[in-house]
């Protein structure tokens, strides 16, 4: 039974629009949520996490939001770049105590120019 | 620089044969997790390690096994058990910060021969 859903596997965006990446989740006993991005080939790097208590976090071009009464939340990238295009993994931690994460099955990323 | 790495690159395991695939991190992270990516899914957890000496079962650990006899290295043994063992492999560890964040490795593609 899936925790995390990522319920599009890819997505198209136009060069300088906002590129907005979905995810849900079930647990809400959940306390921190994750967003990683993936090459092909390569290892997922970390851009934006958000804690349970909050609804918005913003790093540059990154933003997520968490609405916790929809169990749903959003990473919003803008403007998108070519090098955006990647695949992108939505992730939560159950507790702080063994910090083990669980990951959505990611969104693939197209950025069209 | 502190970092995570993993080898090899690529690995062949002929039928019935065990091989290990190596993970060292030099970033003084008490933690460490193994996972594997298939195609079109998420990174599943095989096995983790909160600390020196000790490890846990993740979601698939069957065919599996793992060693922690350092902080700086987590290898992974693949064995003649684990009947599809043709995926990506990611390493990562963490350090308990209170946010979950993990960090990659670039990853082992195994192929069977």
């Known amino acids: 039974d899936q925790q995390v859903k990522q319920n599009s596997p890819s997505l198209s965006v136009q060069e300088g629009r906002i590129s907005i990446l979905n995810c849900d989740y079930t647990?809400?006993?959940?306390?921190?949520f994750l967003w990683y991005k993936k090459y092909p080939a390569e290892g997922p790097t970390f851009l934006i996490s958000?804690?349970?208590?909050?609804d918005k976090n913003e790093d540059g071009r990154f933003t997520v939001f968490l609405n916790k009464s929809a169990k749903h939340l959003s990473l919003h990238i803008v403007p998108s770049q070519p090098g955006d295009s990647a695949v992108y993994f939505c992730a939560a931690r159950l507790n702080i105590r063994d910090d083990k994460i669980i990951f959505g099955k990611g969104t693939r990323l197209h950025i069209l120019p | 620089d502190g970092g995570i790495t993993q080898s090899p690159k690529y690995l062949f395991r002929k039928e019935g044969q065990n091989v290990t695939l190596s993970c060292e991190q030099n970033l003084n992270h008490d933690a460490m997790y193994w996972y594997r990516q298939d195609p079109g899914q998420g990174l599943r957890l095989i096995y983790y390690s909160q600390i020196v000496n000790d490890f846990q079962k993740g979601d698939i650990a069957e065919g599996y096994s793992v060693s922690r006899e350092k902080k700086e290295s987590f290898p992974l043994t693949v064995t003649s058990a684990q009947k599809n063992p043709t995926a990506f492999y990611l390493c990562?560890?963490?350090?308990?910060?209170?946010?979950?964040?993990?960090?990659f490795g670039p990853g082992t593609r195994l192929l069977v021969l």
């Open positions: 990562a560890s963490s350090t308990p910060s209170g946010t979950g964040t993990q960090y």
């Open positions: 647990n809400s006993m959940f306390d921190y």
């Open positions: 958000i804690s349970s208590i909050k």
